[in-house]
């Protein structure tokens, strides 16, 4: 794939389980797999780009439970985790021409019939952007209601130098709300 790019950095968001030693490690992501990369893969940290995008990815993980994450006692309820990413050139999944040259809808992250793309779609750029040496992927949230406009950053942790850094972690109470 020939990406298109989009400079990013400066404050990012980490919704973490309050249990998380390290939350800012890519590890468990290239364990279990997410949106960018499969299970067994590489290390991707996912970062939301403002609070309301942190909030609407905690409300689309309890959707569909029968509880939310207010039933939750106090010290399990997710914590926000703040850092600073240096300035970079992100792989645009932002703008229409950059998720047509990362073979995406130009509607994305939802097909032209409404419906979410698919994480297999989304794995083969990411697995591209990791082969090409990409430091990261900047794209529109899955997570925000449809018209607003929102970004998470998929940060791909290649050395030790790429890891980031806690500058903030804020209660459930101090954030969510």
């Not at 973490?16 to 992501?29: E, N």
């Not at 990791?130 to 529109?140: C, L, M, P, T, V």
């Not at 998929?154 to 890891?163: G, I, K, N, Y």
Request: hydrophobic content about 40%.
């Amino acid at each position: 794939m020939r990406f298109r790019h989009v400079v990013r950095g400066g404050r990012y968001l980490r919704v973490a389980d309050p249990s998380w030693r390290r939350p800012l490690d890519g590890r468990f992501a290239a364990e279990l797999g997410a949106r960018w990369n499969r299970s067994g893969s590489f290390p991707v940290v996912y970062l939301c780009s403002t609070v309301k995008i942190a909030r609407a990815n905690v409300l689309r993980r309890f959707a569909g439970l029968p509880y939310s994450p207010l039933d939750l006692l106090p010290e399990r309820r997710p914590v926000l985790v703040q850092t600073n990413v240096r300035e970079h050139r992100a792989v645009d999944v932002v703008t229409d021409a950059g998720c047509r040259a990362a073979s995406l809808p130009v509607t994305y992250p939802r097909e032209a019939d409404g419906t979410e793309v698919g994480w297999d779609r989304c794995r083969q750029v990411g697995q591209a952007a990791w082969d090409q040496g990409e430091a990261s992927i900047a794209s529109r949230s899955a997570a925000a209601r449809p018209g607003d406009r929102g970004e998470e950053l998929a940060w791909l942790v290649r050395a030790p130098e790429d890891r980031l850094r806690v500058a903030r972690r804020r209660s459930f109470d101090d954030w969510f709300a």
